[in-house]
C-alpha cells in the first residue's frame, strides 16, 4: 500500500465509477419527515396547501382524521373567481371520504376558461375541476382548446399538463399523438454530473413530466419512449431531492416515486448498503438491501457480488459470488472477509437478477457500494537510540516492546542524533503496511510544548525517524531538558491506533546565537503600522502666484471687454432667486480657490454639496421667471 493511499482511496470513494443504479430508496425516516412536512400544513387556509398536503397523506397510507372537519376547512378555502382554487379544493375535497364540494356558478367559471386563448394550465385546471364536481365536461372541446394553447406554450411543464388532459379527456388518436410527443420532451431535460436528469425549473416541473408521462403511457398500453439510463437519471435525482421540505416539492417527490414502484414498464432498483461501512475479521459481512424507491419487496431476487476491487492497487478479491439472503426480507449479506482481503476501500460491483423474469426492473446490473476492509496492526522491531552525527548507525539500540517504555532517560546534545526505527504490521496477514499517519511526538515535561515531526518509510516499509539535535534547535527554541518520544500511528482502516509513549530523552541544546532574540516565537510581535505615501513636494510660491495670475487674466479680459462694449446692468433682475443664485455661484468660486489653498477633496466635496442644493433652486427660478418674462414681451 503506497504512501498516502489512504487520502488516495477516500477520494475514489467519492468520485470513481458512479454508478447509475440508486442507491438509496425512501426509508422510514424519510417518509415520517414528508409526513411531517404534509401534517404542517394543517390547519388550511389555502387550496393548494389542502390538495397537496392530503394528497401526500394519502399517499403515504396515514389516516386523517376528522375528515368532516377537515372537509369544511377545505370548502372554505375556495376563491368563487379562482380557476386553480377550484381545481385544488376539489382535488382535495374528492381525496376525503363523504366531502361534497358545492359548485354554486363555478360551472360558468371552468367552461369559460376551457378556450382557444387559456393557457395549458388554466385549461387543465378548469376541465378537472369540472370532472371532480361531478359535472359535464365536453371532451372535445378541451382537446380543440389544449391543441391551440400548445402552440402558444410547449414547455414541458405544459406537455406535462396535457398528457394528465389527454389521458382523462383524449380519444385513442389524440393518445397516440400525443404518447409520441413524450421522446422529444424529455430530451429537453438538462443532464448533471452524468448521474442526473432534470428539467428547468426543478423538481415540481421534472417530477410532473414524469409523472404524467407514465399516467400516459398506463392508458396507451405502452412504455414510454424513455432509455434506462435516463429512466434512472431521473430516479436518482428524485432520489437525490428526498430531503425537501416545501410542501408542493414534497408531494410531487412522493407522487412521482409512487409512479415509479408501481407502474408496468420501469421500475428502478435500488441497491443500498445498510451495513457499516468498515469490515474487519469481527464483522465480515456486508450487507445490501435491494427494493424498488420506497423500500418494498422486489420479490425473490438472485444477488451476485460481479467483482469487489480494491481501489488502490485494483485487486479483485472477489469474483462472481452470491450473496446469501438474509432472514429480513430484501436484506442480502456477503462475507467479504472469507478471501482475507488486505486493508483498503473497495468497491463491490453488484447485479441483480429476479427468479422470475420481469422485464420492468431496470438498474439490475451496475451497481455498487464501497466499503473499506480495516485491520488491526502491531508495532514491530521497534529499535531506538543517540548516535553522533556523523555516524550512520546506533550503537546499542534499545529495543521495545509495544506498550512498555524504555527504562532509562536517553541522553543526548547538539553533537549527536536521536534515532528510531518500526515496522508496522497487519496482525492477521502478516503483511508490512505504510500508515497515512506515522508522528513522532516530543512533549517537553517541564512547558510541555510539543514539537512534531513525521516517521518516514523506506522501500522495505521500514519507518525511521532521525533527529539531528544541533539542526533542530531552533525548533525547539533553543530550550535544553527531557522530553517525552510519543510515537503516533494512524491510517482510516486501522482499528487500534496507537499512541505510545516509548521513551524519555534529555536533550542539550547550543546556546541560542545572539543574533537571535530570544523571545518566544509564539509571542505577541510588534504592530505593524501601515505608512502612507508622502505627498509630493509643492511647486514654489513663485510659480504658484505666476499660475495664479495667468489663471485670472481671462477674468481681466473680460472686464475689460464689458468696459469698452458697454454692460446693461439696469436689466439686472433684484429678485431673490437672481441674488441668491450669483451669490452661491460666487460661493462655489470661492470654494474652489479654498481647495486650491487649504481643502482636502472630501471637505471640498462635502462643501459643495451643501452649496450646490440652494444653486440649483434659485437657478431653476431665475431661469424660469426669465423665460417668462421673455414670453410675455414677445405676447
Known sequence: MAKGSSILYLFAVAVVGQALTPSTFLTTVDKDRLKAVFEAAQPYTDAADAHYSILGLKLLGATIPKEQDVCKAVTSTVEADNVASWFHASTAAKALSGC??????????????????????????????????????????????????LKKDDSPLAHSYAFRIVTSFGEKADLTKYFDLIEDIVAQADEVDDKYLQFEGGLSVTASVVDSSYKLAGKVGKAPTISEDKVLKFANYFISRKHVQQLKSAYSLLSVITTFTDNKFHVPVAVTLVSPVAVSSTKPSVQVKVSNLLGGSLGKLTVTADNAKNLGDQSVVVSKKQFKAS???????????????????????????????????????????????????SLENVEI??????????????????????????????????????TVKDKLSGSTLTPHQTFVKLTSVESKQEIIFVAEADSSNVHKFDLNIGGSARDFSYKSGKYNVELIVGDAVIENPISWIVSDVALTFPEQPASQ???????????????????????????SLAFTGLVLVPILILLGCWLKLGVNISNFPFSLSAIGFHVCLAAIFGLYYCYWTNLNMFETLRYLGLLGIPTFIFGNRLLSGIAARRKGEKS
Do not use: W
Not at 382557444?116 to 388554466?122: E, F, G, L, N
Not at 478471501?339 to 437478477?353: E, R, T
Not at 548516535?387 to 546534545?413: C, W
Open 385 to 422: 537510540g543517540v548516535a553522533d552525527k556523523d555516524q550512520g548507525s546506533v550503537p546499542k539500540p534499545v529495543r521495545v516492546q509495544y506498550p512498555q517504555k524504555v527504562s532509562t532517560v536517553l541522553e543526548a546534545d547538539f553533537h549527536q542524533k536521536v534515532i528510531m526505527k518500526f
Open 100 to 149: 361534497k364540494l358545492t359548485p354554486g356558478g363555478a360551472d360558468k367559471l371552468l367552461n369559460a376558461a376551457i378556450s382557444d386563448s387559456s393557457s395549458v394550465a388554466d385549461i387543465y385546471y378548469a376541465s378537472f375541476a369540472l370532472k371532480n364536481l361531478g359535472l359535464s365536461v365536453d371532451g372535445k372541446k378541451v382537446l380543440a382548446a389544449l391543441a391551440e394553447s
Open 327 to 377: 432472514a429480513q426480507e430484501s436484506l442480502y449479506e456477503l462475507d467479504i472477509m472469507a478471501n482475507k482481503p488486505s486493508s483498503g476501500f473497495y468497491k463491490v460491483s453488484i447485479s441483480v437478477a429476479p427468479q422470475k423474469p420481469d422485464a420492468s426492473l431496470i438498474g439490475t446490473s451496475g451497481a455498487s457500494v464501497q466499503v473499506k476492509v480495516t485491520a488491526q496492526v
Open 517 to 543: 532574540p530570544k523571545s518566544d516565537q509564539y509571542a505577541k510581535k510588534p504592530e505593524i503600522k501601515h505608512l502612507f505615501r508622502e505627498p509630493e513636494k509643492r511647486p514654489s510660491k513663485a510659480v
